[in-house]
């Protein structure tokens, strides 16, 4: 991992678009939302205290409380300050935002949660980085880490996305704990796994 590169596309995202969609590399709401509805059907948020690393603008808060699944207690963990000022912009009840950089700050994602929840923020990072920060993400979690992934070269197309065979994350993810789900019936190239504590 050399320096800041797997910020450097959404710093720049962030710069170019303001904050606006375009700054979190979704390709669009629709795969967004997909995501995250993929998320809880693995780990139903609905009265959890939810930690959401690399949260971005606090869509995946936004998402849970469209669908009737508000979780008791919220913080968001991104290291973006425009999109840190969006999320804090947004005043939602019981949430809390911290700037940090889950990478080179894991203890930040150390909070006490129920529910540890990764969608997105890891699509720039190089293998050692990607098994480290979901390593400490599953010593961080109460209960259970769920977390997407881009998992088709196709699909992480651009120079600074990353792409991974599931089949080399699910035996990665039972390193942690034998309790592991995925589902990849989303979006085409796209998987999530939820691991579970005992």
């Not at 596309?9 to 995250?36: I, K, M, N, V």
Request: proline letters at 5%; charged letters at 20%; a negative charge.
């Amino acid at each position: 991992m050399a320096g800041l590169d797997y910020l450097a596309p959404y710093l720049d995202a962030a710069r170019e678009h303001d904050g606006g969609f375009a700054s979190l590399l979704w390709a669009t709401p629709h795969t967004q939302a997909a995501r995250f509805d993929s998320i809880c059907r693995l780990e139903d948020p609905t009265g959890r205290f939810v930690a959401d690393i690399g949260c971005g603008r606090a869509d995946f808060l936004d998402f849970c409380t469209a669908g009737n699944m508000q979780p008791a207690d919220y913080v968001g963990i991104e290291a973006v300050p425009r999109l840190v000022q969006i999320a804090r912009s947004r005043r939602h009840p019981s949430a809390m935002i911290i700037e940090s950089d889950f990478v080179r700050n894991p203890a930040s994602m150390f909070v006490g949660a129920d529910l540890l929840v990764i969608s997105g923020a890891l699509n720039t990072l190089d293998d050692v980085a990607f098994c480290d920060s979901l390593r400490r993400a599953f010593d961080a979690t109460a209960e259970a880490l769920v977390f997407n992934f881009l998992a088709a070269p196709e699909i992480a197309a651009a120079s600074y996305l990353f792409w991974r065979d599931h089949k080399a994350v699910v035996a990665f993810a039972r390193s942690l704990s034998p309790r592991v789900r995925m589902l990849h019936d989303y979006l085409h190239g796209d998987c999530t796994i939820a691991i579970s504590k005992d």
